[in-house]
């Protein structure tokens, strides 16, 4: 599945024919990524588009050095399910 990220628009996407997925980002400073929403067309749900969205948001942010604040109630039952990402989150900023 070929997740492309859209900085302009602040989203990794994945563009099918059913439709499309998103996860929604923003970024906060100092190098941290806030995971803010992820919406997957029902066309797409059952076919593991968000899996593949948090982890390309995982593989971006380790890439690029940065930390993660998943304020996406579905990427924090993600994390859940991948400890081995829980290296890269910290609290939000107040």
């Not at 499309?20 to 400073?29: I, K, N, V």
């Not at 797409?44 to 588009?49: A, E, I």
């Not at 390309?56 to 993600?78: D, N």
Request: glycine share 8%; charged share 20%; with cysteine.
């Amino acid at each position: 599945m070929n997740v492309e990220n859209d900085s302009a628009q602040q989203r990794f996407f994945v563009q099918l024919p059913e439709g499309t997925g998103e996860l929604q980002y923003r970024g906060l400073p100092p190098r941290t990524l806030e995971l803010v929403h992820t919406e997957v067309a029902p066309g797409l749900r059952g076919r593991g588009v968000g899996d593949a969205l948090a982890a390309a948001a995982m593989a971006y942010a380790r890439a690029e050095k940065l930390s993660i604040v998943a304020t996406c109630p579905f990427v924090r039952r993600w994390l859940d399910k991948h400890p081995e990402h829980q290296n890269l989150l910290v609290a939000a900023p107040r």
